[in-house]
């Protein structure tokens, strides 16, 4: 069992509950940018994932990655909004 502030080594994909889908986003994309939000480094444009066969599934990406944001702190929007 962890306590705040631990670091967790789970894959990215079990940290934030991420399902694979038939059609999704790019999978190494997807992880690449959370890997960049969470250093603190959110890229100034918005992100476009590839949509590939299994990727995963998006609205679920985009409910993360929309959180990241928000989380980052004011005057940070998320992606297409």
Do not use: K
């Not at 080594?9 to 890997?35: K, M, N, T």
């Not at 949509?51 to 005057?75: F, N």
């Amino acid at each position: 069992m962890s306590t705040p502030g631990d670091r967790d080594d789970r894959p990215l994909y079990e940290q934030f509950g991420f399902r694979i889908a038939r059609r999704g986003y790019d999978r190494d994309q997807v992880e690449a940018h959370i890997s960049r939000l969470r250093a603190g480094a959110p890229p100034a444009e918005s992100v476009a994932f590839e949509l590939v066969r299994r990727g995963y599934e998006r609205g679920r990406v985009d409910e993360v990655i929309a959180r990241l944001h928000r989380e980052a702190g004011p005057g940070r929007t998320a992606p297409g909004h």
